[in-house]
Nanobody, 118 residues
Framework: QVQLVESGGGVVQPGGSLRLSCAAS????????MGWYRQAPGKQRELVAS???????MSGDSVRGRFTISRDNAKNTVYLQMNSLKPEDTAVYYC????????????WGQGTQVTVSS
């Protein structure tokens, strides 16, 4: 059974930083894409950033230049370094993985709350 264990959320002041981690375990297949999504109250879930097994990355317009995604393939762990946080970054952040399988299978973490407030 695949498990995604997220950590690192919390409360931070505007301009501050947080680092999220997500460790995946239990997958029969190698992990292709690892990513972070977020969902604020009353809004749709949106992609924050993703990274492939080869290190290719993509990120949302609202976080580009402030957030950095990275991964440790040996540990099946993905990180999200969030700098210059803004109140509008407040949301539940969800880890997501896609496996090298046919068809592709996605798994989601339970979510971790990030609150940016003074």
């Amino acid at each position: 059974q695949v498990q995604l264990v997220e950590s690192g959320g919390g409360v931070v002041q505007p301009g501050g930083s947080l680092r999220l981690s997500c460790a995946a375990s239990g997958s029969r297949f190698s992990i292709n894409v690892m990513g972070w999504y977020r969902q604020a109250p009353g809004k749709q879930r949106e992609l924050v950033a993703s990274i492939t097994s080869r290190g290719g990355t993509m990120s949302g317009d609202s976080v580009r230049g402030r957030f950095t995604i990275s991964r440790d393939n040996a540990k099946n762990t993905v990180y999200l370094q969030m700098n210059s946080l803004k109140p509008e970054d407040t949301a539940v952040y969800y880890c997501n993985i896609e496996t090298f399988s046919t068809p592709v299978v996605q798994y989601w973490g339970q979510g971790t709350q990030v609150t940016v407030s003074s």
